[in-house]
């Protein structure tokens, strides 16, 4: 309200205040911008092939938490192996395993079952021995 006084009173050229106006609403839109497109979004990575139930499961890798929906509720982790992710859910003395593995970036030796969820499509891994590896 200060301002438009001044400028009804002719302390302020309008021209001036035109191109401040207009600058200001370049900074923020470019602000704007790069802060939309540092926004990343993340998509778990897509399982590879459905596995028949109680086929054995017994590999070394990676694991991370599980991010975004599971097809069944038991689904934590997900287990990035040779060429692969795989599903995981584990009880909870490996889950406690996994967790600290997920969160240290550590190589794990899983073994387990082929588990199937509710839905079409949904295989993972019932956890039966998590150990950390080197």
Not at 4 to 18: C, H, S, T, V, W
Not at 34 to 45: E, H, S, T, V, Y
Not at 69 to 82: A, K, L, N, V
């Amino acid at each position: 309200m200060n301002l438009l006084k001044r400028l009804a009173q002719g302390e302020l050229d309008p021209g001036r205040i035109e191109v401040f106006s207009l600058l200001n609403w370049f900074v923020a839109a470019a602000a704007l911008a790069g802060m939309i497109g540092c926004a990343q979004i993340k998509k778990p990575a897509p399982q590879a092939r459905a596995m028949p139930t109680g086929l054995h499961f017994d590999q070394v890798g990676r694991v991370t938490l599980y991010a975004g929906e599971p097809c069944t509720p038991q689904i934590m982790f997900d287990f990035h192996g040779t060429g692969s992710t795989v599903w995981l859910a584990a009880p909870m003395w490996e889950t406690k395993i996994l967790t600290g593995a997920a969160n240290k970036n550590q190589r794990v030796h899983v073994s387990g079952k082929w588990r199937h969820g509710g839905q079409s499509k949904c295989s993972y891994v019932e956890v039966t021995t998590a150990e950390l590896t080197r």
